[in-house]
């Protein structure tokens, strides 16, 4: 068995002791340098479920374009490189009005799927003496990069879920107020928050059993009057989704579902959650205005859910606390 150069070994281990994408870029740029004299390179991620390359790294095309710039598989101008020499004359690629040369690509592969590619925009010098220590090196990279992307991806789920936890736990722990005020505007502040919105109020019954502002940021209560259902009986959308205890969210009211019976206020998206107990009803939260390209999940919703219903149980205390103190 011939010994591996020691330089080589000092940038696989580089590579796999790399725990964030940038130090596995920045370790792989070192030694692409450092052994083949290559520091002009980008990367690009592939995602099996939508069949795209998108740009995660380059050295030579600025940061904020990388999110921007996606090919589909079939489209993607680099592919013809794959299984290639390199060319000694390069392939023009055109990138906001921009011109980077392509010389070569490199198709990476972990167990028979596709993860990603790169693309070297200067030409690779002695690419024959070193071909299968490049490739050797850029297969390490593969797997590398592969663990460390679901490393990345865990931890994100771990700390959106202990964020999730905290805000359950801030609500729980104001179960036993005495203060409801303090309580809805908690619950006002975490719904904005999670579901992306600009403006919301909490609906709650009053004495005479119908439902009533109590706490209004920037929504009122006209405007959620005005918003009735596209059925023949254009029921009013309060009267419908308070008698309900499903969680509603109409992210575009331009499809049809619900229209506006008032000129004077305009909303574009509605979501609502019913507040109550196994014992009864005491209210809606209301947000309007979804940030059109925010991602809102199941686990958000669960979790905004959960909170609803948590509070509902310190407005049911506060009122039997009340009761009590009427005997």
Request: proline share 4%.
């Amino acid at each position: 068995m011939i010994p591996l150069p020691t330089n080589l070994v000092q940038a696989i281990l580089a590579i796999h002791l790399s725990m964030e994408m940038e130090e596995l870029y920045a370790a792989l740029g070192k030694y692409l340098d450092k052994l083949f004299g290559i520091q002009q390179f980008s990367c690009f991620l592939f995602n099996n479920e939508s069949r795209c390359y998108s740009l995660d790294y380059s050295t030579i095309i600025e940061n904020p374009y990388w999110e921007e710039i996606i090919f589909k598989e079939k489209e993607a101008p680099f592919t013809a490189f794959f299984d290639n020499e390199p060319l000694l004359f390069p392939t023009p690629l055109i990138w906001f009005g921009e011109r980077f040369d392509m010389y070569w690509a490199h198709k990476l592969v972990h167990e028979n799927e596709t993860a990603a590619a790169i693309v070297f925009h200067e030409f690779p010098e002695n690419i024959d003496e070193h071909d299968l220590s490049l490739r050797f090196l850029l297969r390490h990279f593969t797997t590398a990069m592969v663990r460390t992307t679901i490393y990345c991806e865990m931890r994100k789920l771990k700390e959106e879920h202990a964020s999730r936890l905290n805000l359950i736990n801030e609500m729980g722990t104001m179960v036993g107020s005495k203060s409801l005020e303090p309580v809805l505007a908690t619950l006002m502040g975490m719904a904005l928050k999670i579901m992306h919105a600009e403006v919301g109020s909490i609906l709650l019954y009053n004495e005479e059993g119908n439902l009533a502002t109590a706490i209004e940021w920037g929504l009122k209560e006209e405007c959620l009057q005005a918003l009735h259902f596209q059925d023949p009986d254009k029921t009013p959308f309060i009267e419908k989704i308070s008698s309900s205890k499903e969680v509603f969210l109409a992210r575009n009211l331009a499809e049809g579902q619900l229209s506006m019976q008032n000129e004077h206020y305009q909303i574009n998206s509605i979501s609502s959650f019913p507040l109550y107990t196994p014992h009864k009803s005491y209210g809606l939260l209301n947000v309007v205005n979804i940030d059109f390209n925010a991602i809102i999940d199941e686990q958000e919703i669960d979790t905004l859910k959960t909170i609803s219903q948590l509070a509902a149980t310190t407005i049911e205390n506060h009122h039997l606390l009340k009761n009590i103190q009427t005997i």
